[in-house]
């Protein structure tokens, strides 16, 4: 199989390398290896930047889908909670799954590491 696009990568939870659906171990957690190819994830470093990210987009949509529905129809509180919980939570777990596995698959891709200096044999390390 050939390497899956990072898109399809952080939508199907496929490996960068051989393209298995083994980059996730639980909802948005990665697993340690590709159980296919043996790529180890554990060497990215995806951080949190999908976490802020999409703080920001699904906060802003679900206010307003909530304001658009208050609005339209003027639901009791409860029916707001019923809606609203539920649809970010899975938002927000879908999309930390999709991004997080895009952005592993593009420094897989770019073959991205750590900054280390040359002339420090160490590492930089203090």
Request: with cysteine; proline share 7%.
């Amino acid at each position: 199989m050939s390497e899956p696009t990072p898109l399809q990568s952080g939508i199907y939870g496929a490996c960068p390398r051989c393209g298995a659906r083994t980059l996730f171990a639980g909802p948005a957690h990665f697993a340690d290896r590709c159980r296919a190819c043996g790529l180890d994830y554990r060497t990215f470093n995806v951080g949190d930047g999908p976490a802020a990210f999409l703080t920001l987009i699904i906060g802003a949509l679900v206010v307003a889908l909530a304001i658009a529905v208050e609005l339209s129809i003027r639901p009791p509180f409860w029916v707001h909670a019923l809606l609203w919980i539920p649809f970010t939570a899975a938002a927000v777990i879908f999309g930390l799954r999709v991004g997080k596995g895009m952005l592993l698959a593009i420094e897989y891709r770019k073959d991205a590491h750590e900054g280390r200096r040359t002339d420090d044999p160490d590492g930089g390390s203090a």
